[in-house]
């Protein structure tokens, strides 16, 4: 079946970096774009990076532009997430998805998703 294994969550002061990773599993990943969104508290799923089945192709969301980067490696079957220059806004869960459509405009939708790794942004 199809897992999603999300690490590298924490606590880190503002400014920091961290490095978010998802294992895949029980699916053909290299034919999939994949998704990282988040959830804040008291919010609804936010949309944060997207990149396509090759990594030939990445989008973010403006929030994060700049500052955090998507890569995958089909070998491995890994996507992650560098955050770099952290702020107290970005704290939320981090879910790692396998998006319902194959794009790599804005999505919240999806197949599947992990469990989530919790990402804190605090001084």
């Known amino acids: 079946q199809v897992q999603l294994v999300e690490s590298g969550g924490g606590l880190v002061q503002p400014g920091g970096s961290l490095r978010l990773a998802c294992a895949a599993s029980?699916?053909?990943?290299?034919?999939?774009?994949m998704t990282w969104v988040r959830q804040a508290p008291g919010k609804g799923l936010e949309w944060v990076a997207s990149?396509?089945?090759?990594?030939?192709?990445?989008s973010y969301a403006a929030s994060v532009k700049g500052r955090f980067t998507i890569s995958r490696d089909n070998v491995e079957r890994l996507t992650t997430l560098q955050m770099n220059d952290l702020k107290p806004e970005d704290t939320a869960e981090y879910f790692c998805?396998?998006?319902?459509?194959?794009?790599?405009?804005?999505?919240?939708?999806?197949?599947?998703r992990g469990q989530g790794t919790q990402v804190t942004v605090s001084s």
């Open positions: 029980g699916f053909d990943f290299s034919l999939y774009h």
């Open positions: 990149i396509s089945p090759h990594g030939s192709g990445t």
């Open positions: 998805v396998r998006p319902r459509f194959a794009t790599l405009l804005e999505t919240i939708e999806y197949d599947y």
